[in-house]
């Protein structure tokens, strides 16, 4: 299935051709065009969906099992993050097999699945 974004796309109120570009909304990097002479922007609809998938999923408390496995422990990730976070990672063509495990306090794991974020500041 072909993406609307792949086709060139002419600004309604100008009429000059838009190029493509990243805008930050919330953190996210979503797909955009930009007009070049009047600065109107369209935001990519599937990037919009998953933007509010995130609103629904941020705050929500899940309670998972604590298991067991060998010398270490392992809890479940839901499954409607995982597939969120891949939705996220769509452009990426390796598979999510590792994460980065950090110690944040004493109640407090944090779980990093974007390879490329560093380990310094970050949002909370």
Known sequence: MTDIFDTKISCKKCGKE???????MKGFGIRAVRCRGCKEEIVHPSDIH???QFK???GKN????????????????PKEIVNFINEMHRDMQSE????????????R???HFDE?????DRDR
């Open 18 to 24: 838009m190029e493509k570009v990243k805008v930050n």
């Open 50 to 52: 998953a933007l509010e």
């Open 56 to 58: 629904d999923l941020k």
């Open 62 to 77: 899940f309670h998972v099992k604590m298991r067991v496995v060998g010398n270490s422990h392992a809890i479940s990730i």
């Open 96 to 107: 999510m097999d590792m994460v980065r495990l950090q110690f944040d306090d004493f109640n």
């Open 109 to 111: 794991l944090s779980v």
């Open 116 to 120: 490329h974020n560093d380990w310094g």
